[in-house]
T-cell receptor, first 114, second 114 residues
């Protein structure tokens, strides 16, 4: 299995809702990432997990809460989002930092906050 | 501040023509990765280059990493409509405060018309 699977593919939520994005990989990668991508912009790093522990939080607002229940799963819990949080949310995984390896990205969740 | 500058931002060519995309920085990178992204999908890794002066070929795509490991280029020979997409370069630096932070360029939108 050489894929990163993200669900759901599309999500529309109100500003008072609570929802979660899910990400799964079975490549044995021990680093997993959440990125946010706005239209016509490159991906922006949000969080990095290594060995299931949060290692980087790029000053992301607390209305985004990541969770890594095990080495294959990564969640992003969403609560009280704003319309400007609408974006494509990408999950990625990689071997623990080794300059020879690239990242495997999922197809993303297209989030719309209304 | 964009550490990686990509040029051009947009490129529209006819099928069969050649094209080159550039990725430049004032910083040294341990590795540089190239991705292609199609609308509504996650980036797909094309190649990783790690050695200064390295050249890698993938069918009609040729990737080069500068001798000083600060810049890279992607050359496509005899472009096809299937090469259409957003091309992203991304650099990794192995320092204690940047582990896991893949820096993306702004991207080059390539359109190949039949």
């Amino acid at each position: 299995d050489t894929e990163v699977t993200q669900t759901p593919k599309h999500l529309v939520m109100g500003m008072t809702n609570k929802k979660s994005l899910k990400c799964e990989q079975h490549m044995g990668h021990r680093a997993m990432y959440w990125y946010k991508q706005k239209a016509k912009k490159p991906p922006e790093l949000m969080f990095v997990y290594s060995y299931e522990k949060l290692s980087i939080n790029e000053s992301v607002p607390s209305r985004f809460s990541p969770e890594c229940p095990n080495s294959s799963l990564l969640n992003l819990h969403l609560h009280a989002l704003q319309p400007e949080d609408s974006a494509l949310y990408l999950c990625a995984s990689s071997q623990l930092w080794d300059r020879g390896y690239g990242y495997t990205f999922g197809s993303g969740t297209r989030l719309t906050v209304v | 501040t964009q550490l990686l500058e990509q040029s051009p931002q947009f490129l529209s060519i006819q099928e069969g023509e050649n094209l080159t995309v550039y990725c430049n920085s004032s910083s040294v990178f341990s590795s540089l990765q190239w991705y292609r992204q199609e609308p509504g999908e996650g980036p797909v890794l094309l190649v990783t280059v790690v050695t200064g002066g390295e050249v890698k070929k993938l069918k009609r795509l040729t990737f080069q990493f500068g001798d000083a490991r600060k810049d890279s280029s992607l050359h496509i020979t005899a472009a096809q409509p299937g090469d259409t997409g957003l091309y992203l370069c991304a650099g990794a630096r192995r320092t204690t405060d940047s582990w896991g932070k893949l820096q993306f360029g702004a991207g080059t939108q390539v359109v190949v018309t039949p």
